[in-house]
């Protein structure tokens, strides 16, 4: 029998590896944007065409490479950091596995341009998918500047998966947030389609941090900076009232390098467990400077995922630096970093100094509330309960020998079909909300538990969508015209789909520096909460939904149900409830929210009669 083992053509292994480490444009500007940091660059300009589809260029001030060094540098593994493997354990560059330029080159058309201080000339190549077909002399800056062009070219499986440019762009954004976050001692400029997206001057962090995200942070940030035994903690931390409902400007760093770690955001939320709820994400962008020796990042072809010698270790020291600038700026009441009582908490380089019994008030995220019922010991709390246990004794449970004809399910469908004669199977009693999360309604074959806010986005889903495919929408002008300050990547987006969002009934227009003026809301919008915080939730579900590749009025639809909808933890009136029963059950489709979450659950009589062992 012949042997079937041999080794793969160069060709197809530089295909493999890229694989692996080209995924998307982002991948190559974030791989290139690093190249050039390591080259020791002060300034770094980045242009795109097409999110990146049609080409890139990465253009720096660094060192710069010899006609050897530049042609060795897309040969697999060819690396000017690691000697030795025991190089692999104090590595302080962004890369050193040899493999980014290589597989970037496998599967696009490549010209890299660049020049030593020191010589008079630079060299130039161009390389398409891993072959070098032409190498010269040009003039050109000290530096190096490398354009990439049809990305996936002979891939074409792999560009057919790239997403539309909206999806692409916003993934480049975030690959450049992370770089030039952790490097506010570089010049950064973005330029995307012609239109220069970022100018980023020298800074520090701070003002990185504003210039990234918009000035409107600039009050929110609280410092950390602590130093101990087996790292420094640095950066900026959010304000409790801050925090959002989604995720999102949660960095964290380790030598400068962006990392992913489940293990280390648990930290920073166990700093927060007295001040945040449960359903929001605090603001962070923490710095955490380890001995090279003590953390092994080669474990991924990415270099996101971080491998610490003491993991636990870290995991406390981060919570408790946290915990001591939240409770240096007043966040927590009752952390008393001066004084020795019972209570008092001070930071003496042992992670595990914090009680227990530390007691703080809880504050919501930067949405709160409204008419929160609260319970408070000693209070008459027997109010209410008469009326839930009125005619009780009316209801009858049936004989389990005997099958339900109507069930909740049917009554609920029929109500769909015709309100009107439908309706009296319905029970007249009021329904009742539970936690400020669920309403309650009784039916004559059993009860039906509602979701509010699933109810809600469904009912504005419907809406919405009907809206906006008839051009019925009206807008309820302002009093006073609000602006609104977005960060750079909100107002790009916004400015794409503006002219289809002020059809949502919205009256909004461009004010320049990514600022934009509302002289009106769609009619009916909940006038307590914030319009910025309507349109930051609208924009930021809205990039979300691209994923989906829905189209752009089904995709706002979505957005605005979800932005606009009635949150769990609001307290509605019986009017309320009764209100939005009515419109779920006069929706096409009242089973589930339009993000496929059940509306409603349904409990029958007989069922209930088998869990008491009727």
């Not at 009256?507 to 009619?523: A, L």
Request: with cysteine.
């Amino acid at each position: 029998m012949p042997d079937i083992i041999q080794l793969l053509p160069d060709g197809i292994a530089n295909q493999i590896a890229a694989g692996e480490v080209i995924q998307r444009p982002a991948s190559v500007i974030k791989e290139l944007m690093e190249n050039a940091i390591d080259a020791g660059a002060s300034a770094i300009k980045i242009i795109i065409k097409d999110a990146g589809k049609t080409s890139v260029q990465v253009v720096d001030d660094g060192k710069g490479m010899s006609q050897t060094d530049a042609r060795m540098s897309f040969e697999r593994h060819a690396t000017s950091k690691i000697r030795s493997a025991n190089d692999l354990f104090c590595i302080k560059t962004m890369g050193f596995r040899g493999e980014a330029l290589a597989s970037i080159a496998a599967i696009s058309h490549v010209e890299m341009i660049t020049r030593q201080i020191n010589e008079d000339i630079g060299n130039r190549i161009l390389i398409e998918g891993t072959v070098i077909m032409k190498q010269d002399m040009v003039q050109a800056m000290p530096g190096t500047s490398i354009t990439i062009k049809n990305l996936f070219y002979n891939v074409p499986a792999r560009r057919k998966f790239l997403k539309s440019d909206p999806v692409e762009l916003k993934h480049i954004l975030d690959e450049f947030h992370r770089v030039v976050l952790a490097n506010p001692d570089v010049h950064f400029t973005l330029h995307h389609n012609g239109n220069e997206l970022y100018h980023l001057p020298k800074s520090n962090l701070k003002q990185r941090i504003i210039g990234v995200l918009g000035k409107q942070i600039n009050d929110k940030l609280i410092p950390v900076n602590e130093d101990t035994e087996v790292a420094t903690f640095s950066g900026f931390i959010g304000k409790a009232e801050t925090s959002r409902k989604t995720q999102g400007d949660q960095y964290i760093f380790v030598n400068k390098r962006f990392i992913r770690s489940n293990y280390l955001n648990h930290a920073v939320r166990a700093a927060y467990e007295d001040l945040i709820t449960k359903d929001v994400f605090p603001t962070y962008f923490l710095f955490l400077e380890i001995d090279p020796a003590n953390i092994d990042i080669n474990v991924h072809p990415t270099k996101t995922e971080i491998k610490f010698e003491d993991e636990r270790l870290i995991y406390n020291y981060l919570r408790v630096s946290l915990k001591h600038s939240l409770g240096q700026y007043s966040l927590s009441p009752m952390l008393d970093f001066n004084t020795d009582h019972n209570f008092a908490y001070k930071f003496s380089g042992d992670p595990n100094i914090v009680s227990s019994d530390l007691v703080s008030k809880k504050v919501t995220s930067s949405y709160p509330l409204e008419n929160e019922a609260t319970f408070r010991p000693g209070q008459e709390s027997s109010k209410g309960w008469e009326q839930i246990y009125q005619g009780l004794q009316e209801i009858k449970i049936p004989d389990t020998d005997h099958d339900v004809v109507n069930t909740v399910e049917s009554e609920a469908f029929q109500l769909t079909i015709d309100e009107s004669e439908t309706r009296s199977l319905f029970s007249t009693r009021e329904p009742y909300q539970l936690h400020n999360t669920y309403i309650i309604h009784q039916l004559k074959t059993g009860m039906m538990i509602i979701d509010q806010q699933a109810a809600h986005e469904r009912v504005l889903y419907e809406f919405y969508l009907g809206a906006l495919q008839n051009g019925e929408l009206f807008s309820q002008k302002e009093l006073f015209p609000h602006t609104i300050e977005l960060d750079q990547a909100q107002a790009i987006v916004l400015k794409k789909i503006l002219s289809s969002v002020n059809a949502l009934g919205f009256e909004m227009e461009e004010f320049g520096q990514n600022t934009f003026i509302v002289h009106g809301t769609p009619s009916g919008l909940d006038s307590s909460v914030s319009i910025e915080v309507i349109v930051q939730k609208l924009i930021s579900q809205y990039l979300q939904n691209l994923e989906f590749e829905l189209g752009i009025e089904d995709n706002l639809a979505r957005s605005m149900a979800y932005s606009a909808s009635i949150k769990r933890g609001k307290r509605l009136e019986k009017e309320e409830m009764t209100r939005l029963i009515d419109q779920l059950f006069g929706c096409g489709m009242p089973y589930k929210s339009p993000s496929g979450k059940k509306c409603y659950v349904s409990l029958e009589l007989d069922e209930l009669a088998k869990r008491f062992n009727h």
